[in-house]
């Protein structure tokens, strides 16, 4: 079984500062991993998926996310937060054994202050 | 391209009614997931066709929830009757086939049940 946790419900930074949005993942085979965006009112967009190799991966929006194998993890990072940043982010993990079904996290609501 | 759509985008009814809600994927898709938000959690499957066949059903609740997806093209979800416990937003999203495929989701259904 496949699942993905988010342990933050909620993160704040200050416009210019970084920003980390966390995910740990559990999966049987090779994990596939995004990053998806979802503005109010609105679907989830895709942000940034894992690619086999690369540590550190870039996205839009000037998103990177970086895989750690040993901690399972896929943190979402941003080095200088927008306000319109803000918005809900969540992470999702396929793997191997069941390539068409996604697993989403609960979300983390991301708000960046002027 | 046009994306994803979904219709309606909101929808009200009474508990034991029925509603349908319909999805239209990315034209060449060959995928499609519907996903169900409720109450501001995790973002659960539902099911997966690939073309016109369901390649995975095990996220539909129960027997009030019956979807199809016509000659491989758009794909409708009915719940009758339906319950209270229904409510929530209901995602339509969209792929080509591959496990590093993100998904394209729609901008949703919110089905309140009263």
Known sequence: AQSVAQPEDQVNVAEGNPLTVKCTYSVSGNPYLFWYVQYPNRGLQFLLKYITGDNLVKGSYGFEAEFNKSQTSFHLKNPSALVSDSALYFCAVRDDTNAGKSTFGDGTTLTVKP | ?114
Request: charged share 20%.
């Open chain 2, 1 to 114: 391209e046009a994306g994803v759509t979904q219709f309606p985008s909101h929808s009200v009814i009474e508990k034991g009614q029925t509603v349908t809600l319909r999805c239209d994927p990315i034209s060449g898709h060959d995928n499609l997931y519907w996903y169900r938000r409720v109450m501001g959690k995790e973002i659960k499957f539902l099911l997966h066709f690939v073309k016109e066949s369901k390649q995975d059903e095990s996220g539909m609740p129960n027997n009030r929830f019956l979807a199809e997806r016509t000659g491989g093209t758009y794909s409708t979800l009915k719940v009758q009757p339906a319950e209270l416990e229904d409510s929530g937003v209901y995602f339509c999203a969209s792929s080509v086939t591959g496990r590093n495929s993100p998904l394209h989701f729609g901008n949703g259904t919110r089905l309140t049940v009263t």
